[in-house]
Structure formats: structure tokens, C-alpha cells
């Protein structure tokens, strides 16, 4: 064992005093103590202060009221906190959500609609059909069979037969081939009475009615593509019913 | 009335904790095994659990936060925080780990905070109730009752927390579980998240320093007499 001198003991002294040395270097603290009388006093002195300092914080009594309103604050607030924490669509902040979520969706819709519209447009050229059967020659399909119903009247009821040119029509722009086999569609349901003056083909959509079959011509984007459709001459019943038999066909023409 | 349901239901819930709490045998209540099955429970949501580990640690808690910040209003705001962010963050707590030292470190660093809040010095003085009391703790031991003696020992008190007071965060943290709560070296340096060479050193020169306040007073008081 070696032997301390005074200066390393008395760094040693405050930790022999409270027991944080063991072993080996307590023994040497210990024996050093038993040697130096002034070593001795300097651990009196640690001894009293700490006696002292714990004397001085001894923890009070807080009494059970203080602690049971420690626990109902925290309590209280882990409460409320949980109740904020619940998610709820009446809630504020999920209220705000919600609303923005339908404020995108609504303008991602608008802007779809907004760009395929000028795509198309962009894309596609007008189609008209026209025709040089009068409009009062082309009664709605609805009208048709009432008994004594004006023809003319009729079709200027229908927007989309009526005729703002006069002889030839325009049909709203139809720029796809779906749109225009739905127009040519809607004509044949229309019931293009035969007239002595047939359609001709007179521009990219012609209309021909003969006196046995209505014939429909449609010419989409494609220059190559026609679309034909022939519909057989409607045959009055004498009840005044009548039978619709449509046989479209597209086919090429170069 | 939610709110009124809500105080309801923690009263009926302090009452059946409180009770179920005599039931316990002391030795239970001490074991890590008793914090390993109220933390589970508590982080399942259970706050029934979580109320009956405020109960079991409570008093060591408002203690430490007492000497850290010498004050009972700031003691008891410390608690409540302390006990906030250990819900907060239980679910962080490891299994298997000794949950009081978790606990206690919360309670370190709370204190901390709230002392750097307070000021840079973290010198807060002691309430004089808290002070009266202290005072006639000390009037009924083995001192003498004559007034002047009492008003010296009053100071010789107040000055001997002020000392801790004005010692640094981690030393004085250290001194407070090593010599104030009882906790050994090793204990102090799992609650400090240090080592306990370092904890030892801490201690040291905390004790220095205390002593060195100490022998001031001595000499004070031998020149009062």
C-alpha cells in the first residue's frame, strides 16, 4: 500500500467521508487520516457541511393535497390532450383538410376538362353536315307521330336541327367519330322524310335520301375514313306506326 | 359535462388507486417487476396504471425538484411537467430498463430547463414558507431556542441552500441524489447519463464548494459570538 501525501488526500477526503471510496484507495485515505492530524480536521469539516446541507434541504412535508393536485393537473391535461388527438370531421383542423381535399379534387376536374376541350379543338376540325332538305322537312322523332302535328314547328323546337343558315344545317361541332356516328345517329332517328330534291353530298358530311333508302354520309378527321349510313324508307303502317330498320356501314373511300 | 364526467372518473379512479395502493405490500411496490407491468399497461392506454406510477414516485420526484429548484411552486410545476413528458414519451421507454432511473433523468432535465428559464444563475431563493418551516424543524432538535440563535441558524440555512443553488447544473444535480436522495455513484451516473468517475468528480468538487460556503458561515458565526 502506498502512502499518500497531505495534497492528494485532501482531494481524496470528501469522497472517503460519504463512502465513494472502496478498496485500495479508501485504505490509503484511511491510513493517511490516522497519520495527519490536519488531514483529520479537513474531514471533520466535510463531514459537518455535509451534515449541514442536508440538515438545511430536508425535504418539507408537501401534505396529500399538494400530490393529488399534481396528479389531477396531469391527468387532466392528458385527457384533454387525448381528446384533441381524436380525429374528427366536425373537428377544425380536419374541417380544413376536408375542404381543401374538395378544393383540389374540384380544380383538377375543371382543369382536365379546360385542356381536353382545347386539345380537341386544337386537334380536330369542325364538321358540318348539311343537307338542302328544308327544316320543316325534318320533323323531331318525338313529334313524329303525333297526328297533326306541324312539321316545321317541330323541328325548330329541336336545337339540334335547327337550321341557322337557312338551307344548309350546321350541326354543333361534332369532332370525334363517336360524336359523329352519335349525330348521324341522331338524324337517322330523325326520320329524314324522302323528298324529291335527295341530299347530295356537298361537303364533308352529306345527307341523300331517295325515295326507298335514306343515305347518311359522314366524313370524319380521318380524309380516309366516310362513314356511310344507309337507312331504309321508313313504311307508314296504316295505324301510323312505323318501323325503323337502320343498317349503317362505314367503309373507305380513297 | 364531458369535462365534469372526465374530473369524475379521475376521482373515482384515485380513490380505487389509493386504496388498491394499501393493499400493495411496500416490498412490491419497490420492485422493477411492479413498474414493468404498470408501464406496459400504461402505454396500452391504461391511465389507471399510469396514475398508480405517479402515486409510487411522486414524493421522490416533487423531492428532487424541490432541492433542484428550491421552490415549492416551481417543484410542483416541474412534477407536473416531469409526468407530462414521461406519458409523452413512455412509448419510448425500453423494456427491461430501470424505469425509476428513466424517471429520475426526466426529472434532471426538466429541472434543468426550468432553472434556465429561470435565469442564467439559476439562483432561485426558497419561499419563506418553505423557510419557516425548516426553521421550526430545526427549533425542535437539539439547538437552542433563544431567538438570536434561531435567526442565525435561519441564515446559516438559507445561506447553505443558496450555496447549493449557485452550484453548476450537473453538480449540483449530482450532489442532490448522491448526498440529498441516498442514491449510489452508480445510480447518480444512470440518472445523469454519465459515468461514475465522472459523477464522483462532479460530487467533489459540489462538496468543496459546499464546505467552503460552510466555513464561511463559521467564521461568521464565530464572529457573531
Known amino acids: 500500500m502506498r502512502t499518500l501525501n497531505c495534497k492528494r488526500a485532501a482531494r481524496m477526503i470528501s469522497l472517503y467521508v460519504a463512502g465513494d471510496l472502496v478498496g485500495a484507495p479508501e485504505r490509503e485515505v484511511a491510513a493517511h487520516l490516522a497519520a495527519c492530524d490536519g488531514c483529520r480536521r479537513l474531514a471533520e469539516e466535510f463531514s459537518e457541511s455535509r451534515s449541514l446541507l442536508t440538515e438545511a434541504c430536508a425535504s418539507p412535508e408537501f401534505g396529500a393535497e399538494f400530490y393529488a393536485g399534481i396528479r389531477h393537473a396531469v391527468l387532466g391535461e392528458i385527457a384533454s390532450d387525448q381528446m384533441l388527438a381524436k380525429p374528427s370531421l366536425f373537428r377544425p383542423r380536419w374541417l380544413y383538410a376536408t375542404a381543401f381535399a374538395a378544393v383540389i379534387i374540384v380544380s383538377g376536374v375543371i382543369l382536365q376538362h ?10 380536330v376540325p369542325p364538321v358540318t353536315v348539311q343537307s338542302t332538305s328544308q327544316p320543316s322537312e325534318v320533323p323531331s322523332p318525338r313529334k313524329k307521330h303525333e297526328p297533326g302535328g306541324a312539321p316545321g314547328a317541330q323541328a325548330s323546337k329541336d336545337p339540334a336541327l335547327a337550321n341557322p343558315h337557312g ?3 350546321h350541326f354543333a361541332e361534332a369532332r370525334q367519330p363517336d360524336a359523329l356516328l352519335s349525330q348521324a345517329a341522331l338524324l337517322s332517328a330523325a326520320q329524314i322524310e324522302p323528298a324529291s330534291q335527295a341530299s347530295t ?5 352529306a345527307l341523300e335520301t331517295s325515295s326507298q333508302i335514306s343515305r347518311i354520309e359522314i366524313q370524319t378527321a380521318d380524309p380516309n375514313i366516310r362513314i356511310i349510313w344507309l337507312s331504309p324508307q321508313e313504311s307508314r303502317e296504316p295505324d301510323g306506326t312505323k ?6 356501314e362505314t367503309g373507305n373511300r380513297k | 359535462m364531458e369535462v365534469v364526467k372526465g374530473t369524475m372518473a379521475v376521482e373515482m379512479a384515485h380513490i380505487f388507486l389509493t386504496d388498491a395502493q394499501e393493499m400493495l405490500p411496500p416490498a412490491s411496490v419497490e420492485s422493477a417487476d411492479y413498474f414493468t407491468v404498470l408501464v406496459a399497461r400504461a402505454r396500452a392506454g391504461d391511465e389507471i396504471a399510469f396514475e398508480r406510477i405517479m402515486l409510487a414516485t411522486e414524493q421522490r420526484v416533487v423531492s428532487i425538484a424541490w432541492r433542484m429548484l428550491g421552490n415549492r411552486d416551481d417543484a410542483r410545476d416541474a412534477a407536473q411537467d416531469v409526468y407530462l413528458r414521461v406519458f409523452k414519451y413512455l412509448g419510448r421507454f425500453r423494456a427491461g430498463e430501470d424505469f425509476r432511473g428513466w424517471l429520475y433523468r426526466i426529472t434532471i432535465n426538466v429541472c434543468h ?3 434556465r428559464k429561470k435565469g442564467a444563475t439559476g439562483l432561485t431563493q426558497f419561499d419563506q414558507i418553505d423557510f419557516m418551516q425548516e426553521s421550526a424543524a430545526l427549533e425542535t432538535g437539539s439547538r437552542s431556542a433563544d431567538p438570536e440563535s434561531l435567526a442565525l441558524q435561519e441564515q446559516q440555512l438559507a445561506l447553505i441552500r443558496s450555496a447549493l443553488q449557485s452550484l453548476p447544473p450537473k453538480e449540483r444535480a449530482a450532489l442532490v441524489l448522491r448526498d440529498l436522495e441516498g442514491f449510489s455513484t452508480e445510480e447518480v451516473a444512470h440518472a445523469l447519463g454519465s459515468r461514475p468517475v465522472t459523477v464522483r468528480s462532479q460530487v467533489s468538487s459540489a462538496r468543496a464548494k459546499i464546505k467552503t460556503y ?9 464572529a457573531a459570538q
Open chain 1, 114 to 123: 379546360f385542356v381536353s376541350n382545347r386539345r380537341q379543338s386544337t386537334d
Open chain 1, 243 to 248: 318501323h325503323d330498320q337502320d343498317h349503317p
Open chain 2, 113 to 115: 430547463d426550468f432553472a
Open chain 2, 214 to 222: 460552510c466555513d464561511k458561515l463559521s467564521r461568521r458565526k464565530g
Open chain 1, 167 to 169: 338551307s344548309s344545317r
Open chain 1, 201 to 205: 353530298s356537298l361537303g364533308p358530311v
